[in-house]
């Protein structure tokens, strides 16, 4: 009979675990570990055995059995069992490889309103809370701590150990689309709630009931050229006009403090300073220099998606991200980047490329095994090799469970930011006789019946309730219409309509800031005007009717132009000129 390997014994130390499971590892099987790929599941729960080659190029069988990859991000919303049956299958697939090493699963957000493939989803049966600049906006630490904890508690349920959050960025450049995903435009509040994040995902240390926080995007991804986002190349350019680069690195600083277990450097190419002008998955004095060296940090880097390879999405080509170095083929950019000191590549899924690089004498198989080494202690530190799998009945319970949705809904209501409010137009009364005659515009006419009367003609109100969104510049790429990006302001004739109801009845305006809107004609001519960042109409309502008491202040300035935000400097926080409200502005009722 054959003993135990000792990689499998839970009674010894993990570090003779650890380098008992690399010893025994083929370079083929090392290089796996160094790629966090992406999966797809069906709708009932099953791996995707199959695809078309639109948006990943192989199978869930492929990408286990034969590239040996073990970790992986689910694409897309679904139910808490199925996501539940479709992680069980998925560490069936891995115990039956040689080695049996279980897979680890990751995430982006998904406890919030925003629903795009690239950065997040919506709640769907998850608890859904406010957006984390929503979180900010309250900027309470304990509240965030609960939200990372409930967080944890959801996750764990169906099997993700790895959080591709936070995103402590800061909203420096207005017009950057990936704002509603940070904690806004301050730095000290930002490292603040980092450490509250990390501890609520993580607990007291790494272990078994911890979901590994990977913070991203490593040095502060706000300062990016016109607000442009480096997803696409014309916006890879980060720029430093104010001189805050430090600035930017308060949140990292605590972050690494409070001891998350990865860091997801950011795609920006940083222009105009001391460091080399590459993509920061590439950047040696970035990532060894500053995040290893000075920070300290000990734990894994992953890259942000997609920097050695083009790839489909949508049916449409985009080019890897490798700014700065797109000259260069595909394993110059993969020992590049492991030169510069990460870890894995996100969102890549050719391992055969860092073989050849060691077979060839380009890169030493013991760079390699530094970096397994970390992912293997991650995936011990978690208990993975002992309970890979999950109860799909527990995840049915406790995924979206009534106390996590009420804690959400509590926190969507806290986060509403009064911006104006003259003549104490609200609280509304909900006993006036007889009842308020709504008209309701982007609001549920059910909601909104519950607290008056709903007419179609807002010639017949006496009250409207009006929703908007920031506003955006289209664009015609598939991919990058998610990404929210371009001017700020209503175009004619939208603003014209939006002004014209105003006129004709006081009105309610809700804006949803997932950047900073330019609204001055509005804010003026409003009845009163509440920011929310993720709130529901019920929500909404309740703060406006008196039932419920927001607390939110902005969490960035609001511009009084565009002309305004494209004078401001991209690095420098809140810095346009005579904004129409200041970043903390919110009134209480």
Same mark, same amino acid.
């Given at each position: 009979?054959?003993?135990?390997?000792?990689?499998? @014994?839970?009674?010894?130390?993990?570090?003779?675990?650890?380098?008992?499971?690399?010893?025994?590892?083929? =370079?083929?099987?090392?290089?796996?570990?160094?790629?966090? %790929?992406?999966?797809?599941?069906?709708?009932?729960?099953?791996?995707?055995?199959?695809?078309?080659?639109?948006?990943?190029?192989?199978?869930?069988?492929?990408?286990?059995?034969?590239?040996?990859?073990?970790?992986?991000?689910?694409?897309?919303?679904?139910?808490?069992?199925?996501?539940?049956?479709?992680?069980?299958?998925?560490?069936?697939?891995?115990?039956?490889?040689?080695?049996?090493?279980?897979?680890?699963? %990751?995430?982006?957000?998904?406890?919030?309103?925003?629903?795009?493939?690239?950065?997040?989803?919506?709640?769907?049966?998850?608890?859904?809370?406010?957006?984390?600049?929503?979180?900010?906006?309250?900027?309470?630490?304990? =509240?965030?701590?609960?939200?990372?904890?409930?967080?944890?508690?959801?996750?764990?349920?169906?099997?993700?150990?790895?959080?591709?959050?936070?995103?402590? @960025?800061?909203?420096?450049?207005?017009?950057?689309?990936?704002?509603?995903?940070?904690?806004?435009?301050?730095?000290?509040?930002?490292?603040?709630?980092?450490?509250?994040?990390?501890?609520?995902?993580?607990?007291?240390?790494?272990?078994?009931?911890?979901?590994?926080?990977?913070?991203?995007?490593?040095?502060?991804?706000?300062?990016?050229? @016109?607000?442009?986002?480096?997803?696409?190349?014309?916006? $890879?350019?980060?720029?430093?006009?104010?001189?805050?680069?430090?600035?930017?690195?308060?949140?990292?600083?605590?972050?690494?403090?409070?001891?998350?277990?990865?860091?997801?450097?950011?795609?920006?190419?940083?222009?105009?300073?001391?460091?080399?002008?590459?993509?920061?998955?590439?950047?040696?004095?970035?990532?060894?220099?500053?995040?290893?060296?000075?920070?300290?940090?000990?734990?894994?880097?992953?890259?942000?998606?997609?920097?050695?390879?083009?790839?489909?999405?949508? +049916?449409?080509?985009?080019?890897?991200?490798?700014?700065?170095?797109?000259?260069?083929?595909?394993?110059?950019?993969?020992?590049?980047?492991?030169?510069?000191?990460?870890?894995?590549?996100?969102?890549?899924?050719?391992?055969?490329?860092?073989?050849?690089?060691?077979?060839?004498?380009?890169?030493?198989?013991?760079?390699?095994?530094? %970096?397994?080494?970390?992912?293997?202690?991650?995936?011990?530190?978690? +208990?993975?090799?002992?309970?890979?799998?999950?109860?799909?009945?527990?995840?049915?319970?406790?995924?979206?469970?009534?106390?996590?949705?009420a804690l959400g809904a509590a926190a969507q209501r806290r986060s509403?930011?009064?911006?104006?409010?003259?003549?104490?137009?609200?609280?509304?009364?909900? $006993? %006036?006789?007889?009842?308020?005659?709504?008209?309701?515009?982007?609001?549920?006419?059910?909601?909104?019946?519950?607290?008056?009367?709903?007419?179609? @003609?807002?010639?017949?109100?006496?009250?409207a309730v009006l929703r908007l969104r920031t506003p955006y510049e289209?664009?015609?790429?598939?991919?990058?219409?998610?990404?929210?990006?371009?001017?700020?302001?209503?175009?004619?004739?939208?603003?014209?309509?939006?002004?014209?109801?105003?006129?004709?009845?006081?009105?309610?305006?809700?804006?949803?800031?997932?950047?900073?809107?330019?609204?001055?004609?509005?804010?003026?001519?409003?009845?009163?005007?509440i920011a929310d960042y993720g709130a529901s109409d019920a929500a909404?309502?309740?703060?406006?009717?008196?039932?419920?008491?927001?607390?939110?202040?902005?969490?960035?300035?609001?511009?009084?132009?565009?002309?305004?935000?494209?004078?401001?400097?991209?690095?420098?926080?809140?810095?346009?000129?005579?904004?129409?409200?200041?970043?903390?502005?919110?009134?209480?009722?």
């Amino acid at each position: 009979m054959n003993a135990t390997p000792a990689y499998k @014994d839970a009674s010894l130390p993990l570090d003779r675990r650890v380098e008992d499971l690399l010893s025994r590892m083929t =370079l083929e099987e090392k290089a796996g570990q160094l790629f966090h %790929s992406m999966l797809m599941m069906n709708a009932d729960g099953s791996p995707v055995t199959e695809t078309d080659g639109s948006m990943l190029p192989f199978t869930t069988p492929e990408l286990i059995g034969d590239r040996l990859l073990t970790h992986f991000n689910l694409l897309g919303s679904h139910g808490a069992r199925e996501m539940a049956r479709w992680q069980n299958a998925v560490q069936e697939m891995a115990a039956a490889t040689r080695l049996g090493i279980p897979v680890t699963l %990751s995430t982006d957000p998904r406890h919030a309103f925003t629903d795009n493939v690239g950065a997040s989803f919506n709640s769907g049966a998850f608890s859904a809370w406010p957006e984390a600049l929503g979180l900010a906006a309250i900027g309470d630490p304990e =509240l965030v701590f609960r939200f990372a904890d409930t967080v944890r508690r959801e996750y764990l349920a169906v099997g993700f150990r790895v959080a591709l959050h936070p995103q402590i @960025d800061l909203a420096s450049e207005p017009r950057w689309a990936r704002q509603t995903g940070t904690f806004g435009s301050d730095a000290r509040l930002t490292a603040e709630l980092v450490r509250a994040y990390v501890r609520g995902l993580q607990g007291p240390e790494l272990g078994p009931a911890s979901v590994s926080a990977m913070v991203k995007h490593f040095p502060g991804g706000g300062p990016q050229k @016109d607000g442009e986002d480096p997803h696409f190349a014309h916006g $890879k350019e980060q720029v430093y006009p104010g001189g805050m680069r430090e600035h930017h690195l308060e949140p990292f600083r605590a972050a690494v403090a409070a001891g998350c277990a990865q860091m997801m450097p950011y795609y920006g190419q940083p222009i105009g300073t001391d460091w080399e002008e590459v993509g920061f998955g590439f950047n040696k004095g970035v990532v060894t220099g500053l995040l290893r060296e000075e920070l300290g940090f000990e734990g894994v880097v992953c890259t942000d998606w997609g920097l050695l390879t083009d790839s489909s999405i949508f +049916g449409q080509t985009h080019p890897a991200r490798a700014w700065g170095l797109e000259h260069l083929g595909v394993a110059e950019r993969a020992a590049r980047a492991l030169d510069a000191g990460c870890d894995q590549f996100g969102g890549e899924q050719c391992p055969e490329v860092v073989v050849e690089l060691v077979r060839s004498g380009r890169v030493a198989e013991s760079r390699v095994d530094a %970096s397994v080494r970390r992912l293997l202690r991650e995936k011990f530190r978690l +208990g993975l090799f002992e309970n890979p799998y999950v109860d799909p009945d527990a995840a049915q319970e406790t995924v979206g469970r009534a106390d996590f949705t009420a804690l959400g809904a509590a926190a969507q209501r806290r986060s509403l930011t009064v911006l104006t409010n003259p003549e104490r137009f609200i609280p509304l009364s909900a $006993k %006036s006789e007889p009842p308020h005659k709504l008209y309701v515009r982007n609001v549920d006419e059910a909601v909104a019946a519950q607290y008056g009367e709903v007419v179609a @003609d807002p010639a017949a109100a006496d009250l409207a309730v009006l929703r908007l969104r920031t506003p955006y510049e289209p664009r015609e790429n598939i991919f990058e219409s998610f990404f929210h990006s371009g001017s700020l302001a209503f175009p004619e004739p939208e603003l014209a309509g939006i002004l014209a109801l105003l006129d004709q009845v006081p009105t309610l305006v809700c804006i949803n800031l997932e950047r900073a809107a330019v609204i001055p004609e509005i804010a003026a001519r409003a009845a009163a005007l509440i920011a929310d960042y993720g709130a529901s109409d019920a929500a909404l309502l309740d703060v406006a009717f008196g039932r419920a008491v927001p607390e939110g202040r902005l969490p960035f300035e609001l511009p009084r132009s565009m002309e305004a935000v494209e004078a401001s400097r991209p690095d420098v926080p809140n810095d346009t000129e005579d904004p129409v409200f200041a970043h903390g502005h919110g009134l209480s009722l």
